[in-house]
């Protein structure tokens, strides 16, 4: 019961400052007459996107985005016919449009040796990245670059959310998501960032070098965005944006099916155990903990070793913090109305968190075909 009360205020306490550092957040104001003078790459690392990266591209080609920018999609070995299928669209683009084939340059498979591909084929100053499946908004790159222009940041993580969410299992996906996204952008504004995601990211080719990019975790096939944000916040970490706005929000799909969910969070997980700064490691063990024991706390009240009215007294404060946290996340995000869907989210989302996170150990995980074993 003690351990119980323990996590729990840990995890408020982690929550609630999440919470007033994402209040705090600044929401920027493009102003009237401002031109870019950024140029930038977009690198898309791609694998098996023949149904999804036309309308990717149909998006860039529609940015409100005067200065000069490329585009440069980096097939990793597709076998759906991707490549092609942007091959037979670029004749007909006003896009700067270039295909790299992985395998013309190298050996090496993975979205981090996709994207240290294109990066060396980038002319731009500022590189942006997203992934094959996702949208983006006309003004996307403008944001990108108003805020390396305005506050000099050299790494810039933007948010990510779900759109057409038809199911029960979609919907729910979005909260949870939020949850992520939140707690990303807070821990940036609070200076100890654990978290980004690879879909909605931009950063110099100059702090991409200067941190030795992958270096120290080319064998974790994961986290191409979240150890590259630990190691720039080593030596830049007044330079690392969140950029809150609805404008520059990039969307995608979720998970279809509840097995392909738990495969693409048993992914994320894999990457815990290499993580390196010790308040990264707390925060997730905090979250690891209070899920841990609040399960535990269901045959404690069977077997009479906890009071069914603490039991429900624990969840309802777990239940709470989140509520304050993602009331604010999914209004910014204009999803307010998915806030209902916390409560079925509330009978999984334990058993959910504790089978990731102990399979993730492993390192080992199925992904677009591939077997994938971390190595460290």
């Known amino acids: 019961m003690v351990l119980l009360l323990l996590s729990l205020l840990a995890y408020g306490w982690v929550i609630l400052r999440c919470l007033f550092a994402w209040k705090r957040l600044p929401i920027p104001a493009i102003p009237a007459g401002f031109i870019p003078a950024t140029h930038i790459t977009v690198i898309i690392p791609v694998r098996n996107e023949v149904a999804h990266i036309i309308a990717l591209l149909q998006d860039l080609e529609k940015q409100n985005y005067p200065a000069n920018f490329e585009v440069l999609v980096v097939d990793d070995h597709s076998d759906d016919g991707t490549d092609q299928l942007i091959l037979n669209f670029i004749p007909d683009t006003r896009l700067r449009l270039r295909l790299i084939r992985l395998a013309d340059h190298t050996t090496a498979t993975g979205k981090k040796a996709a994207i240290k591909q294109g990066i060396a084929e980038a002319s731009g100053e500022l590189l942006a990245f997203t992934d094959g499946d996702c949208r983006v908004q006309p003004d996307w790159l403008q944001y990108f670059a108003y805020t390396f222009q305005s506050q000099q940041a050299v790494f810039i993580s933007g948010p990510v959310c779900f759109h057409h969410t038809h199911t029960l299992l979609e919907r729910m996906q979005l909260v949870e998501f939020a949850s992520l996204i939140g707690v990303g952008g807070a821990s940036i504004g609070l200076r100890q960032p654990n978290m980004c995601n690879g879909a909605n990211l931009a950063y110099t080719r100059t702090v991409f070098e200067a941190v030795g990019g992958f270096a120290g975790n080319e064998g974790i096939a994961s986290g191409d965005d979240e150890f590259l944000l630990h190691k720039v916040n080593q030596l830049y970490p007044e330079r690392i944006a969140f950029l809150k706005h609805p404008g520059a929000i990039v969307y995608t799909k979720a998970r279809k099916t509840v097995r392909s969910f738990i495969a693409q969070r048993v992914r ?3 990457k815990w155990r290499s993580y390196q700064s010790v308040p990264v490691k707390l925060v997730a063990l905090s979250v690891f903990a209070v899920n841990l024991l609040l399960f535990l706390a269901i045959p404690a009240v069977l077997l009479k ?19 304050l946290f993602l009331d604010l996340v999914l209004i910014f995000m204009r999803r307010h109305n998915y806030l209902i869907f916390m409560l079925p989210l509330q009978l999984v989302y334990i058993p959910y968190v504790l089978y990731t996170a102990i399979s993730g150990l492993s390192g080992r995980y199925t992904w677009k075909g591939r077997t994938i074993r971390n190595h460290d």
């Open 268 to 270: 994320w997980a894999s």
């Open 305 to 323: 070793w906890v009071s069914p009215e603490v039991f429900l007294a624990a969840y309802a404060a777990k239940f709470l913090i989140d509520f």
